[in-house]
């Protein structure tokens, strides 16, 4: 199963976003976003709710606890 990291790379490389358009979407740097990726940070209760709206997925599916 997929972790959080993994699953948010692959739907921004899916949509063809940058990390930079990621950070600048969630309002963070492009920095912070980069964490996110590489499972050394993680968004807060509103950024879950924004990328999960942002790549019209669950959060569940996002981080992990499902495959739909």
């Known amino acids: ?13 899916e949509k063809c976003v940058t990390q930079k358009a990621m ?8 920095r912070a976003y980069q964490f996110y990726e590489e499972g050394r940070r993680y968004p807060d209760f509103h950024g879950l709710i924004a990328l999960a709206d942002y790549f019209d997925v669950s959060i569940d599916y996002l981080v992990g606890r499902s495959d739909a």
């Open 1 to 13: 199963m997929e972790n959080f990291q993994d699953r948010l790379k692959s739907l921004r490389k």
């Open 23 to 30: 950070g600048e979407y969630l309002g963070i740097t492009v």
